[in-house]
């Protein structure tokens, strides 16, 4: 089974910075969708990021575009969100999830998730 470990969440004040990690086990596709979600108490939940491993390519929520950036670590099978000049309505339970096989980016893009790590949660207050 694959295994996802998030990390990295806090507190901290708007303006600053925070990285989120997802440690990943378990995958043996070379093929894999890997990302960011987040939901807000009393809203739904919503994609922030997500990248690629055959090609690197990424996507990114409207409302993250030029805040966040995420990134992968082959060699220590880790995704990392970095997020700065966070913003209130950054508050949010943050999970990262995984898509496996050839046609991955497809199936991410259609909303088709394979794995779930469990939350690490991110608070934005001064």
């Known amino acids: 089974d694959v295994q996802l470990q998030a990390c990295g969440g806090g507190l901290v004040q708007p303006g600053g910075s925070l990285r989120l990690s997802c440690v990943a086990s378990?995958?043996?596709?070379?093929?894999?969708?890997i990302g960011w979600f987040r939901q807000a108490p009393g809203k739904e939940r919503e994609g922030v990021s997500s990248?690629?491993?055959?090609?690197?390519?990424?996507s990114y929520a409207d409302s993250v575009k030029g805040r966040f950036t995420i990134s992968k670590d082959n060699v220590k099978n880790t995704v990392y969100l970095q997020m700065n000049n966070l913003k209130h309505e950054d508050t949010a339970v943050y999970y990262c999830?995984?898509?496996?096989?050839?046609?991955?980016?497809?199936?991410?893009?259609?909303?088709?998730?394979?794995?779930w790590g469990q939350g690490t949660q991110v608070t934005v207050s001064s």
């Open positions: 999830a995984t898509t496996l096989g050839g046609s991955a980016w497809s199936k991410w893009l259609r909303g088709n998730y394979d794995w």
């Open positions: 378990g995958i043996t596709q070379p093929n894999y969708a």
């Open positions: 990248i690629y491993s055959s090609d690197g390519k990424t």
